[in-house]
T-cell receptor
Framework: SQKIEQNSEALNIQEGKTATLTCNYTNYSPAYLQWYRQDPGRGPVFLLLIRENEKEKRKERLKVTFDTTLKQSLFHITASQPADSATYLCALAPYSSASKIIFGSGTRLSIRP | NAGVTQTPKFRVLKTGQSMTLLCAQDMNHEYMYWYRQDPGMGLRLIHYSVGEGTTAKGEVPDGYNVSRLKKQNFLLGLESAAPSQTSVYFC?????????????FGPGTRLTVT
């Protein structure tokens, strides 16, 4: 069955360092991979999308890589700040069916001052 | 632009009671979704709609019904609530097929069934 896995442990990073989150998947051929941020008590907020034919995407301090051979995406936050503390979700989406989008359970990131 | 709104924010039900969760979006999106989120699990799709008047089952549809009578609204109903339906429910919307399916989420409804 389709499976998507994110770091199950919370990640604690010193402010200013680069945080790297991992998303691995099996039995799925996504057209897109998305990353969302979720703060406690709130809904997820879209951050970045990367297509299957793209290796890397950047947006300000965020960088996402997508390796369809390894079936893995890495999400980097450079120069991390305490305000970056949140849970980050990855999601896989196919070309043709909105109902086939699947979400990971998320990785909780804490940035300490 | 309010985006996606959900009512109510919190609700406590007794087993066997019924309720309806309302989702509204003002972005003119075609697609709307209902998810549930449980600790340690990803968002799981309950039902979705690809346009006004259409609905379809997602991954975990049992015990829920939905309706999309107007494009901007998507209702989720629980006819006979069970403790297993205790969860946080999120509504989301996205542009029509052919887009990248970026989803916009509401703030969630925390439901407890006792």
């Amino acid at each position: 069955s389709q499976k998507i896995e994110q770091n199950s442990e919370a990640l604690n990073i010193q402010e200013g360092k680069t945080a790297t989150l991992t998303c691995n998947y099996t039995n799925y051929s996504p057209a897109y991979l998305q990353w969302y941020r979720q703060d406690p008590g709130r809904g997820p907020v879209f951050l970045l999308l990367i297509r299957e034919n793209e290796k890397e995407k950047r947006k300000e301090r965020l960088k996402v890589t997508f390796d369809t051979t390894l079936k893995q995406s890495l999400f980097h936050i450079t120069a991390s700040q305490p305000a970056d503390s949140a849970t980050y979700l990855c999601a896989l989406a196919p070309y043709s069916s909105a109902s086939k989008i699947i979400f990971g359970s998320g990785t909780r990131l804490s940035i300490r001052p | 632009n309010a985006g996606v709104t959900q009512t109510p924010k919190f609700r406590v039900l007794k087993t066997g009671q019924s309720m309806t969760l309302l989702c509204a979006q003002d972005m003119n999106h075609e697609y709307m979704y209902w998810y549930r989120q449980d600790p340690g699990m990803g968002l799981r799709l309950i039902h979705y709609s690809v346009g006004e008047g259409t609905t379809a089952k997602g991954e975990v549809p049992d015990g829920y019904n939905v309706s999309r009578l107007k494009k901007q609204n998507f209702l989720l109903g629980l006819e006979s609530a069970a403790p297993s339906q205790t969860s946080v429910y999120f509504c989301a919307s996205s542009l029509a097929s052919g887009s990248s399916y970026e989803q916009y989420f509401g703030p969630g409804t925390r439901l407890t069934v006792t």
